[in-house]
Antibody, heavy 119, light 107 residues
Framework: QVQLQESGPGLVKPSLTLSLTCTVS??????????WSWVRHHPEKGLEWIGN???????FYNPSLRGRLFILIDTSKNQFSLQLLSVTAADTAFYYC???????????WGQGTAVIVSS | SYELTQPPSVSVSPGQTASITCSGD??????ASWYQKKAGQSPGLIIY???KRPSGVPERFSGSNSGNTATLTISGTQAMDEADYYC???????????FGGGTKLTV
């Protein structure tokens, strides 16, 4: 069965770039039937969609993050990644990667990783 | 921008039926999904395409979507169902995935 695992630094200084990687196991990220997502959870604000990427590198981003967000896919490593530029304390959250099917929601989630933005 | 509105909290007695609503403009024209989020755990998909249950999700969870409102119904609510519940839909106009603000279910 497909499993996802997030990795990356848990602490990022303000104004720098947050980089996270999601490694997919048990299935191919090149499967065209799925999209690959990043979602974050703010305990006080709930779930927030960050963006999606498809196997052909087509991306869809949350408009509120567009301009400082990049989601990339590396099919050779079966990974996709998130880069969020110029982070602030508002980007402190628990970050999840997930797999979804068009119109059908996200059915497989990583365990998540905590990211704190602080100097 | 498109928004989905949920009640912040819903309370239900064990064994009773809980209903959690999610409102958005013409939401019935979109597919709604629902996620369960417990503290310290990843979100889990419990309803997709308005009323379908992934394998492994108990039959007491059901969904509907019509007009401007999607509803998650939990029949015979159990203590283990206490969690935060989020609705989600895709907004074609902005090519964005939208989450509702979440509802805390207390059993």
């Amino acid at each position: 069965q497909v499993q996802l695992q997030e990795s990356g630094p848990g602490l990022v200084k303000p104004s720098l770039t947050l980089s996270l990687t999601c490694t997919v196991s048990g299935g191919s990220i090149s499967n065209g039937g799925y999209y690959w997502s990043w979602v974050r959870h703010h305990p006080e604000k709930g779930l927030e969609w960050i963006g999606n990427i498809y196997h052909d590198a087509t991306t869809f981003y949350n408009p509120s993050l567009r301009g400082r967000l990049f989601i990339l896919i590396d099919t050779s490593k079966n990974q996709f990644s998130l880069q969020l530029l110029s982070v602030t304390a508002a980007d402190t959250a628990f970050y999840y990667c997930a797999r979804g099917k068009r119109l059908s929601g996200m059915d497989v989630w990583g365990q998540g990783t905590a990211v704190i933005v602080s100097s | 921008s498109y928004e989905l509105t949920q009640p912040p909290s819903v309370s239900v007695s064990p064994g009773q039926t809980a209903s959690i609503t999610c409102s958005g403009d013409k939401l019935g024209d979109k597919y709604a999904s629902w996620y369960q989020k417990k503290a310290g755990q990843s979100p889990g998909l419990i309803i997709y395409e308005d009323n379908k249950r992934p394998s492994g999700v108990p039959e007491r969870f059901s969904g509907s979507n019509s007009g401007n409102t999607a509803t998650l119904t939990i029949s015979g609510t159990q203590a283990m169902d206490e969690a935060d519940y989020y609705c989600q839909a895709w907004d074609i106009s902005s090519s964005s995935m939208i989450f509702g603000g979440g509802t805390k279910l207390t059993v």
